[in-house]
């Protein structure tokens, strides 16, 4: 099992363009959640997808959407990109299993560096 | 709102020396607290949560709720701890933070020979 795994490993773009960042999870995780995070600083939560819908958000503008498909692979998209969304975006994905909200182990994927310039 | 603080971004130890890392939280309802650790080219991975009550690489943690502190301490630090960690919270058992991590902003320690 190759853990989780995220493409591409480094972005740069320019302002104003729109990128997708993809993420597959670990074998066996039904529940993927998306964190940026800037230098310096901790991982912020972006959202979080479960059964192909989002089902948890955090503070970031709509500007940023994503999608969970039937294998539970991800993607994350940032439309309209400013300079303050250069950071690394992390993927984690974890097993919630059908309507039981319990915690498992959220496995960390090795990120995307994105550079907007 | 729940929030995380790691006041130390940068913490150095000799090797044998004990060493403690500070967490403190703050959250309305029941948290699940977690030490990530992030060592040089690896990716973020779990060190222990609350829950388990383990003793991971030596490493313990104890959840003080009156404090709402999680200090992570190992009595004898070796050079291969030397790594970033994160201390990191989420809703403990469903609720709208379940699954959702909260991490503070992480403290670099450094483990001298």
């Known amino acids: 099992d190759a853990g989780v795994t995220q493409s591409p490993t480094h972005l740069i773009k320019t302002r104003g363009q729109q990128v997708t960042l993809r993420c597959s999870p670990k074998?066996?995780?039904?529940?993927v959640s998306w964190y940026q995070q800037a230098l310096g600083q901790g991982p912020q939560f972006i959202f979080q997808?479960?059964?192909?819908?989002?089902?948890q958000r955090g503070n970031f503008p709509d500007r940023f959407s994503g999608h969970q498909f039937p294998n539970y692979s991800s993607e994350l998209n940032v439309n309209a990109l400013l300079l303050g969304d250069s950071a690394l975006y992390l993927c984690a994905s974890s097993w919630r299993g059908q309507g039981r909200a319990r915690y498992t182990e959220a496995f960390f994927g090795q990120g995307t560096r994105l550079t907007v310039v | 709102a729940q929030r995380v603080t790691q006041p130390e971004k940068l913490l150095s130890v000799f090797k044998g020396a004990p060493v403690e890392l500070k967490c403190n939280y703050s959250?309305?309802?029941?948290?699940?607290l977690f030490w990530y650790v992030q060592y040089s080219r690896q990716r973020l991975q779990l060190l222990l949560r609350?829950?388990s009550r383990e003793s991971i690489k030596g490493f313990t943690a104890d959840l003080n709720k009156g404090e709402t502190s999680f200090h992570l301490k190992k009595p004898f630090a070796q050079e291969e701890d030397s790594a970033m960690y994160y201390c990191a919270l989420s809703g403990l058992g469903g609720g709208t933070s379940y699954g959702k991590l909260t991490f503070g902003q992480g403290t670099i320690l450094t483990v001298h020979p």
């Open positions: 609350h829950i």
């Open positions: 997808y479960y059964e192909e819908e989002e089902r």
């Open positions: 959250y309305s309802g029941s948290p699940e």
């Open positions: 074998s066996g995780h039904d529940t």
